[in-house]
């Protein structure tokens, strides 16, 4: 595994590759970027691993400052799956240039996530942009569980003209239930107990207003929601995981979106 913390230095090496496999990552890897990896490796083409928290994704300081790191134990972790590039950039190699494309930014940017963490989407495809300018990767591996940020991404490569074709692989999950994130890792015992308890609730709900909507009572839930342990609710809300339209009538490809805090620890999922 070769590491590099250049653009230019990492640009010569892969020009001479026939196409790269790219799975972006802020670091604080675990079963969710382990299972991205070993489908990038499946291409045959080689793969790029990058770890940068991009602070431009951040709307609050404090977010960005606690936000889990650990890069040694990522780099044995990167090393025993013989990934073949590692790109660790520094702010100034990805905001020091100016991109031949500028970002597409979906209206629905502004929902969900967009609607509690200002700027966050503005961040996440300025860094994405960069580093498909930078890397121009064939594929680039993305996780379900930001599937807003997935259709937000898309939505710019296809506007753009660009390239790279979005592998969207499948939520992998702990043992109880929640969606494998870098910031579970701040979650102590009894808070993961909590987030599988609401994840086990939500799945239920899901499964009950599947053939009748009238029965998602969003303030119920919320109200539920709290009593099982979550300290503030950002978003519940039923969504057509293709159009992303707001659900009216009954549907089978509707998910349920939902983002919470578990004390300062924000969590977001769908199922
Ligand atoms: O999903 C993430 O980890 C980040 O949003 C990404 C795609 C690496 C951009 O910083």
């Known amino acids: 595994m070769k590491i590099f913390k250049d653009k230019h230095t990492l640009q010569k090496e ?87 494309k500028k970002v597409f930014l979906d209206k629905f940017s502004k929902k969900l996530c967009g609607k509690f963490r200002k700027g966050h989407f503005e961040g996440v495809l300025s860094v994405v942009n960069r580093f498909i300018e930078i890397i121009k990767p064939r594929y680039i591996f993305l996780g379900k569980k930001d599937y807003q940020q997935i259709y937000l991404i898309k939505k710019h490569i296809k506007i753009r003209n660009i390239r790279s074709k979005i592998i969207e692989c499948k939520t992998i999950r702990e043992k109880n239930g929640i969606a494998c994130s870098s910031r579970n890792s701040n979650l102590n015992k009894n808070q993961m107990k909590i987030a599988s308890n609401i994840f086990y609730y939500l799945s239920n709900i899901k499964k009950k207003i599947k053939n009748n909507h009238s029965l998602f009572n969003v303030n119920k839930i919320k109200k539920n929601l709290i009593n099982l342990g979550a300290s503030k609710i950002d978003y519940l809300e039923i969504y057509n995981v293709k159009s992303f339209k707001k659900i009216k009538r009954p549907s089978k490809k509707f998910n349920l979106f939902f983002a919470y805090y578990i004390k300062n620890t924000r969590l977001i999922d769908n199922i």
């Not at 590759?17 to 969710?32: A, C, D, N, Q, R």
């Not at 080689?46 to 709307?59: A, D, E, G």
């Open 14 to 100: 892969i020009l001479k590759t026939k196409g790269i496999s790219f799975v972006p990552t802020m670091g604080g890897l675990h079963e969710g970027h382990i299972s991205l990896i070993k489908q990038s490796k499946k291409t045959k083409l080689k793969t790029l691993v990058s770890i940068f928290v991009n602070p431009k994704q951040f709307n609050k300081k404090s977010d960005f400052k606690s936000y889990p790191r650990n890069t040694k134990k990522d780099i044995k972790q990167l090393k025993k799956l013989k990934i073949n590039y590692l790109y660790i950039p520094t702010f100034k190699d990805i905001y020091g240039f100016k991109p031949k």
